[in-house]
């Protein structure tokens, strides 16, 4: 099984999103920076997928060269290879990143051998814009399901269970598959040292994108009107115990 | 005349309140740009689901029929819908704020390769494209965005838009159609539903008891359980509680768990990050449990208790037996 996962290097903010003074970007210079969960599910899966078919996992990232951080902590984790497409622009159009994932699979796989399956996150965690994984799937002319919570893999077919409300939808695709999946997929472990050693020193593979206008363009960033609530403090300790139950039959609980 | 195209969603043969609000923002949109609004739906609309679909201003309904729908099969639908946008000319096709709105409107602006903005909040005509607004992170940040082209494709943001109805009602046109699809367009689809366990549903649950990092332990989450079925509601966690494996991921709140508008959120432990925030903020009360006065979670709350969750809340628990015994 030779498995891609494609993660996004996005910032990782606390409880309130600073902004640059032009609204152009969140302010990253007191932040670190992480994948969505979504995306790390996937590379826990990619991970676990070889260990139980064999085969090879790459991780790609399109993005600034410090993206090269996210890789390498999925490298940490397990995956085998890790590709950056370097952008100097952090926020990339949704559909021209598709493209130029697209164009870095066709050249990966003229390589080397085909990647059976491809994963996403269902949403990046800034953009949230729900379209990646199935653009780039159409660009390869490949099955996608996105929402997936459960991969089963045997001979040649993807079995994937999608959460919705009331349980989960199966799906049967034929391999070569994409899937855009979930938190929940399964709980990612944290990296060895071992892992973080051979993350430090692993190679990252650069192929330069070409990206094209893809037609959504920001133009600022701002927050919502915020609502100030002022917060009424029952008390403190176990004493609040008879606020707290007044509070709770106040909206209708007992 | 031109026309605006909204894919709208049923439940049981009704309309879904996020259909709706997709409804609200399209018909807006397709007065300032002087179209007509139609939608377009896979499944059996009843009587009543037309009359609100002309209450909303809908003057012409597609419904596709066929074998081919019987289950969700995303590509088939948005063959579907590409096949309608085509046919009618759409100057946009609107999407709701649901996983299946989301999936479907993808597959249709892969198809059309043209670019597409998921949820939205507002959005006009200007010169040479589109000017809306957007959901980031979650919805706690806002942004302003143009699409450049001339068919605009969008999804509608879910809970953000007050719905209405149409000054005047419409008389529904509806147009079945039987849509052939190739059988690639079905190699998705979905073969099978399993359904979940009956019990108190996280989304849905009038109260949720959350706990976070300060609950400690999977064990110390019981007097949570306990609470939360006094007051017949359900457990929530942050994703610490899920990361260090206490809860299963089906009761993570958050941007990547579940987004919960309980009576009373009672968040114990939790610190209040943004990811956790978005998950919990259309609660109607906030009720925060943390030894820390400064905590987000505190400063936002509607209620605070300040103290240690393991002190508090078996002496709630114990109140409330000792009044049900008085
Ligand atoms: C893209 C992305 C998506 C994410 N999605 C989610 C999501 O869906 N849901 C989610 O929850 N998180 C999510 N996160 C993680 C989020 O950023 C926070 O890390 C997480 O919510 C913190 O959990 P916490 O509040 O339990 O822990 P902490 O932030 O460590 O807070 C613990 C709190 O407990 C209090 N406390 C400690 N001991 C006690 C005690 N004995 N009694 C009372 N109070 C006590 C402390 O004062 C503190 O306020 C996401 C992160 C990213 C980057
Ligand atoms: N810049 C990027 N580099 C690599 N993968 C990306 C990038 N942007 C988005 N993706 C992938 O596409 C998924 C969906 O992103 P989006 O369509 O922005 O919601 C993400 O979860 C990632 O797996």
Request: net charge negative; glycine share 10%.
């Amino acid at each position: 099984m030779n498995v891609l996962v494609c993660v996004r290097r996005v910032p990782s903010p606390g409880a309130r999103i600073a902004l640059t003074d032009d609204g152009q970007a969140v302010d990253t210079r007191h932040l670190g920076f992480t994948i969505s969960p979504h995306e790390e599910c996937a590379v826990e899966e990619a991970v676990q997928i070889v260990e139980r078919h064999g085969g090879a996992s790459t991780v790609l990232a399109l993005g600034p060269v410090e993206a090269q951080d996210q890789l390498r902590t999925a490298i940490s984790m397990g995956i085998d290879h890790g590709v950056l497409l370097p952008t100097d622009t952090t926020d990339v159009d949704p559909r021209a990143t598709a493209h130029a994932i697209a164009d870095a699979i066709r050249t990966l796989e003229s390589e080397g051998a085909a990647f059976d399956l491809v994963l996403f996150g269902n949403e990046s965690a800034d953009a949230g814009n729900h379209q990646v994984g199935i653009r780039v799937a159409h660009a390869l002319g490949r099955p996608v399901v996105s929402g997936i919570k459960q991969i089963d893999l045997d001979a040649g077919v993807a079995t994937m269970h999608r959460s919705v409300a009331d349980g989960l939808e199966v799906c049967e695709l034929p391999l070569p598959a994409v899937a855009a999946v979930r938190e929940g997929l399964n709980l990612p472990r944290y990296p060895a040292m071992r892992g973080r050693l051979l993350a430090k020193k692993a190679e990252i593979r650069h192929l330069t994108p070409t990206l094209q206008p893809g037609g959504l363009r920001t133009v600022r960033l701002r927050h919502p009107a915020q609502q100030v609530t002022e917060t009424v403090v029952l008390g403190h300790g176990r004493e609040a115990a008879a606020a707290v139950v007044d509070l709770l039959e106040e909206v209708g609980a007992l | 005349m031109t026309t605006l195209l909204t894919h709208v969603e049923l439940v049981d043969e009704t309309l879904t309140r996020l259909s709706t609000e997709a409804l609200t923002l399209a018909r807006g949109l397709a007065a300032s740009h002087g179209a007509e609004l139609h939608a377009a739906v896979v499944g059996h609309p009843n009587d009543a689901c037309v009359e609100r679909l002309g209450a909303l201003g809908v003057t012409t309904l597609h419904i596709a029929t066929g074998p081919s729908f019987d289950a969700y099969a995303p590509v088939a639908w948005a063959r579907f819908l590409t096949g309608v946008i085509d046919d009618v000319g759409a100057i946009a096709g609107v999407g709701p704020g649901s996983d299946r709105g989301a999936e479907v409107m993808a597959h249709v602006a892969a198809a059309l390769d043209l670019p597409l903005a998921a949820n939205c909040v507002a959005v006009e005509p200007v010169d040479g494209g589109w000017s809306l607004t957007r959901l980031r992170w979650g919805g706690v940040l806002l942004e302003d965005a143009v699409l450049e082209a001339d068919r605009a494709l969008l999804t509608v943001a879910a809970h953000q838009l007050t719905t209405s109805d149409a000054d005047v009602p419409a008389v529904v046109e509806v147009r079945p159609i039987e849509v052939a699809v190739d059988d690639d367009a079905l190699v998705t689809r979905v073969l099978d539903t399993t359904a979940r366990s009956a019990g108190m549903s996280l989304a849905t649950a009038p109260v949720v008891v959350s706990g976070g990092r300060g609950v400690g332990s999977a064990e110390a989450f019981a007097v949570l359980e306990e609470l939360a079925e006094l007051v017949g509601g359900a457990v929530g966690c942050s994703r610490v509680a899920t990361n260090n494996g206490w809860r299963s991921h089906s009761d993570q709140v958050g941007q990547t768990g579940t987004r919960v508008a309980p009576d009373l959120y009672i968040a114990c432990g939790i610190s209040g990050a943004t990811q956790h925030w978005v998950g919990c903020m259309a609660s109607k009360r906030i009720l925060a449990i943390n030894t820390d006065v400064e905590a987000p979670m505190v400063t936002r709350a509607d209620h605070a208790v300040i103290g240690d969750l393991h002190e508090i809340l078996p002496a709630v628990v114990a109140e409330i037996r000792a009044r049900r015994g008085a």
